[in-house]
């Protein structure tokens, strides 16, 4: 597809502008969706639909933002993640920068790992 | 009251698009506070008819099978108002639906009272776009209550008017 990390990035900022009403210069690349930028649970509907159109793609659902490691009972204990579902959450996001989260594996901080970076490598990967 | 703020489907492509009228009436009591000596259709229920239309649009889709919620104003533009006498039309496209939500664009026009004689064209008065949610797919273990809340006495009385079987597919076990 051709597109270089600065034309998507530029492109992402445009739709979580869209999407969002923040600034522009609210949107750099480590700012999270729901701590930064504002976004609730019909926004990330939102942006996946935005991206789509932007981009030209398909997201199939729980690609982008994995679905259902929250509620395995395998993949949470006491309110952090399990190896297992550490390892599941690897998988499901490639996107993602795990590297801060693993140390503190805590569900609350889930959240912390969408973000704009996150989306911005998606769309790379979705490209080649 | 009820809380219904279109009076008639004038145009209805099931999946695809619909255009529904609103007339401004000095009956309306909420015109008295909004606003006392001058009497201006809330946008707020201008947004309100819209997303009725859109709602039903897209309700419609499904069989009244899902229960559809407006869930976002992703933007809206107004560039005038609206005034006891005006007839308001609203145009409605669905963007996108799918199993949890739907987008729809929303166009608003007017046909100004002194112009209904007159044979003007409507003007330009608002546009839109809302996303909807499909209320049992995303909140999948709640409890609502049963039946489709969409499909009211009055919707269906409107859409009898511009859909056979008022819009609902024969099914064996069809409700409501």
Known sequence: MGMSREEIFSRVKETLVEALGVDEDEVVGSATLTGDLGAESIDFLDIVFRLEKAFNIKIPRGELFPENILNNPSFVNEKKLTNEGLAELRTRMPHADLSEFEANPEVDRIAELFTVDAIVRYVEGKAT | MRWIWIDRFTKFEPGKSAQAVKNVSMAEEH??????????MPASLIIEGVAQTAGVLICQASNFNEKVVLAKISSVEFEGIALPGDTLLYSVEIEKINEQFAVA???????????????????????????????????????????????TEAVSSLLREILPNGGQKPTSNSSG
């Open chain 2, 105 to 151: 664009g929303g166009k608003v026009s007017i046909i100004s009272a002194h112009d209904k004689g007159g044979n003007a064209a409507p003007k330009p008065l608002a546009s839109m776009e809302l996303m909807f949610s499909h209320l049992d797919q995303n909140m999948a273990g709640r409890k609502f209550p049963d039946g489709n809340f969409i499909l």
């Open chain 2, 31 to 40: 015109l008295h506070d909004h606003f006392p000596g001058y009497p201006v």
